[in-house]
């Protein structure tokens, strides 16, 4: 047998090795750097809602803030749809970046970058006339009534006409992390953030109420878009935005969708399930009761445990994609099993947090007494599923960073219309039972999704997709 040359060598001793920013990193070190920016920027993606939330259930007297903070969360509703649309585009963009990326064609990248940004730009502006002509349609399927059914229409009437540039930082953000440049989405949303706090506790502390919290919201997304755009068109980010690639390319497109549609399916089966549950709980009671608000109260304080989550769950997702890309799939089940633990260790951390204040937490977020004296025991009982929580969040992630979108899809359609739905129903409805309980079960069921995605997990048909 002969010796290999020099350049065989190379190849050899490079084969399955990712490319880009990530090349050379120690397995530890690129989850560290790919997670710690997307934990940051989760904080402040966390903050523009929950400012507005703090904003609206502080407003005087307590029935307009008790109100607001109704309308916020039917209004959030409608927003994390449009977040779910977005998703479609960015989980099929994210995806052929990674890929490209992690295996050394940069091209492939910026050529799903640039479809991505198109598909986005149509999104956006279908979703934001949408929004604005059923904004009333949605509070009333809800069961909002009276004056936080106004409240309602009048924030998102406002809210929609910043969505088509809300569309284009969320997947300009997404194909950056793919790319493994994590560090880039997180200075947009600081500043994103501290556009959203100075414009809409000014015009707040002026008198417009939730029409100020709304327009500081719109001018937060505008700003953060911009900002996108001019990082990525000079292209010193890992990717560039370029004209050319903004021209409709129906190959690319077609491997986007191929790879999205099915993510849009399991969000929509999801969002609708949701809809459905938030109906239930807005029919529970009577409208002073506040049970939408309290819910979504409720739903904000856990998010400081799946925000470090879904951000180690980004890590996930890049490792996985990029490491199939580069021919490693044993290397992408490493990283992702790395995973795993930390999310497990930073979300248990965070239920340490909700049992030891509850009560703190909440005030954070209201000062409205009804609020005060049932959301402390839901911030207590979410301590009980985070590390169920966790495992759900890695495994989702990693199988759609690989490009197994259709395996989510499916466990997430058997968990939310075989349990999460039917569950609120019986409890809320039937049985005419608390809140609480209602959400004591919503806290178990996390059990029985981790469960799920823990089998469809370690199946592995996420190692053997095609994109």
Not at 265 to 290: A, H, K, N, T, Y
Not at 406 to 432: K, N, S
Request: aromatic share 8%; net charge positive.
């Amino acid at each position: 047998m002969s010796p290999m040359s020099d350049a065989q060598v190379e190849i050899e001793s490079s084969a399955g090795q990712l490319h880009g920013r990530l090349a050379g990193m120690s397995l530890p070190k690129q989850v560290v750097v790919l997670s710690i920016w997307p934990l940051a920027e989760q904080v402040l993606n966390f903050t523009v809602g929950f400012v507005d939330m703090a904003l609206a259930a502080r407003l005087q007297p307590e029935a307009t803030g008790v109100a607001a903070a109704d309308a916020i969360g039917i209004a959030g509703m409608l927003m994390w749809l449009l977040g779910m649309l977005q998703a479609t585009v960015a989980t099929g963009a994210a995806v052929m970046v990674a890929r490209g990326i992690g295996g050394g064609r940069k091209a492939i990248a910026n050529a799903a970058l640039g479809q991505a940004v198109t598909m986005i730009g149509l999104v956006g502006l279908l979703c934001a006339a949408l929004m604005y002509a059923g904004a009333e349609g949605l509070a009333i399927l809800i069961g909002a009534e009276g004056l936080s059914r106004e409240l309602c229409v009048l924030y998102l009437h406002i809210v929609t006409l910043a969505v088509p540039f809300s569309t284009q930082l969320f997947i300009c953000n997404a194909s950056l992390r793919a790319a493994g440049n994590p560090r880039t989405p997180f200075v947009l949303m600081l500043l994103v953030n501290a556009v959203n706090v100075a414009v809409s506790v000014t015009l707040v502390q002026l008198g417009f109420g939730v029409k100020g919290i709304a327009i500081g919201t719109c001018c937060a997304w505008v700003t953060g878009a911009l900002l996108a755009w001019i990082v990525l068109i000079r292209g010193k980010s890992g990717l560039r935005l370029r004209w050319l690639r903004l021209r409709p390319h129906w190959h690319t497109a077609k491997r986007i969708l191929r790879v999205g549609i099915p993510s849009l399916i399991e969000s929509l089966g999801l969002w609708s399930g949701s809809f459905v549950m938030m109906s239930i709980i807005g029919r529970m009671g009577q409208p002073q009761d506040g049970l939408i608000g309290i819910f979504n109260i409720a739903v904000r304080i856990e998010s400081i445990s799946f925000m470090g989550g879904f951000a180690i769950g980004m890590a996930a997702a890049t490792l996985a994609g990029q490491y199939l890309g580069a021919g490693n799939p044993k290397r992408a089940q490493d990283a992702v099993m790395l995973c795993w633990g930390l999310c497990i260790a930073l979300m248990c951390g965070a239920a340490v947090l909700f049992l030891a204040f509850p009560e703190a937490l909440t005030r954070v977020a209201t000062s409205q007494p009804l609020h005060l004296e049932t959301v402390p025991t839901m911030v207590r009982l979410c301590a009980v599923s985070q590390p169920f929580f966790a495992t759900t969040i890695i495994f989702s992630s990693a199988m759609k960073g690989a490009g197994d979108t259709r395996t989510p899809m499916l466990a997430t359609y058997i968990i939310t219309y075989l349990v999460r739905v039917p569950w609120v129903y019986v409890a809320g409805i039937v049985m005419g039972w608390s809140i609480v309980i209602v959400w004591l079960g919503l806290v178990c069921e996390w059990v029985v999704r981790a469960g799920l995605f823990s089998f469809f997990f370690f199946r592995g048909r996420w190692r053997r997709v095609t994109v």
